[in-house]
């Protein structure tokens, strides 16, 4: 209960600051009106000012109008409902419940989804103006080629103790088996056949390292990775084949450069300093010292990105 009202609160902060400020000649209208008393625009906003998830909002407003401004012709209505339908889709019919949870409306949903998409757009242009030759090298030795495998996941580590010593018996079927008992919607019915390589996020690193330290034919102990904050899963991999790595990056320059640029737009601190350069450059002034703190972020993360937006270029220039 408590949590629905804070994202009624939230959700009510973003909405009477919206209608108050399209209001011209409005300067504290009123949202609520009883016997002896009213409850102004300012009443509220003095209330909510202070509250971590009002300043939240008040953020991410913020990111959405200036991204909206600079990108809002790089990305489509029809991108974002196919991202908004995936998701959907795979939470199922939990999906209502999770929205509610979140303090969020179908719409406001996608609202969300556009504005990262919007972050991303900026985040992706920003990254490829970081690649020069010293990227590429670099990205090419922690560079494995790809590998084809199968792969069985379980959720219990007794169960994949189990699975193991049927997989290294005699003359096991490892299809068979992996058919018969992985949790991996993705690759269960093909007998847990997968092909990835270092780049690859399909699985855990922890289970690509183990892959590629086998030798063809050769199947893994259990491996245990992180599902999520308290869970675990558990693999199995066998290795099928590898290929031998080429000698020079230029070989894999296509796909080394989509790992760098992976990687570049899920680093936290290059997206935060991207982000504060947009709103450096919207000249953004924060009026209010209640929303100091949530900017502060931004603002200290602007300082420096001009001094390494130049180191970058020149260094791609040598």
């Not at 504290?28 to 009106?33: E, G, L, P, W």
């Not at 290795?239 to 031998?244: T, Y």
């Amino acid at each position: 209960m408590k949590k629905k009202i804070l994202a009624g609160a939230v959700t009510l902060l973003s909405a009477v600051t919206l209608a108050a400020c399209s209001q011209s000649g409005a300067k504290d209208a009123d949202i609520v009106t009883m016997k002896g008393n009213t409850i102004t625009v300012s009443k509220f906003y003095d209330q909510v000012k202070n509250n971590t998830a009002a300043q939240q909002v008040l953020l991410n407003m913020t990111i959405q109008e200036v991204f909206e401004k600079k990108y809002g012709d790089k990305v489509t209505d029809k991108e974002v409902k196919e991202a908004f339908e995936q998701n959907k889709k795979s939470y199922g019919a939990a999906f209502p419940q999770i929205l509610a949870q979140a303090g969020l409306t179908e719409e406001t949903y996608q609202t969300q989804i556009r504005t990262n998409k919007l972050v991303e757009y900026a985040v992706k242009q920003a990254a490829e103006k970081t690649i020069n030759d010293d990227a590429y090298k670099a990205a090419y030795d922690a560079y494995t080629p790809e590998v084809t495998a199968q792969v069985i996941k379980l959720d219990s580590e007794d169960k994949a103790k189990e699975v193991l010593e049927k997989a290294k018996a005699e003359g096991a079927d490892f299809a068979q088996i992996a058919k018969e008992n992985s949790t991996d919607a993705a690759t269960k019915e093909k007998g847990g056949e997968i092909k990835f390589d270092s780049g690859s996020t399909e699985l855990p690193d922890d289970v690509k390292k183990a892959a590629f330290a086998l030798e063809a034919n050769g199947i893994s102990e259990v491996i245990t990775a992180k599902a999520s904050a308290y869970t675990n899963s558990y693999y199995i991999i066998k290795l099928n084949s590898k290929s031998e790595k080429k000698e020079k990056w230029e070989d894999y320059k296509d796909r080394l450069k989509e790992i760098i640029l992976h990687q570049k737009q899920n680093e936290a601190s290059f997206i935060q300093s991207i982000v504060a350069e947009e709103l450096k450059d919207a000249n953004l002034k924060v009026k209010d010292a209640a929303f100091q703190n949530v900017f502060a972020q931004y603002m200290n993360a602007g300082s420096n990105t001009s001094s390494s937006s130049e180191a970058s270029s020149e260094s791609s220039s040598k």
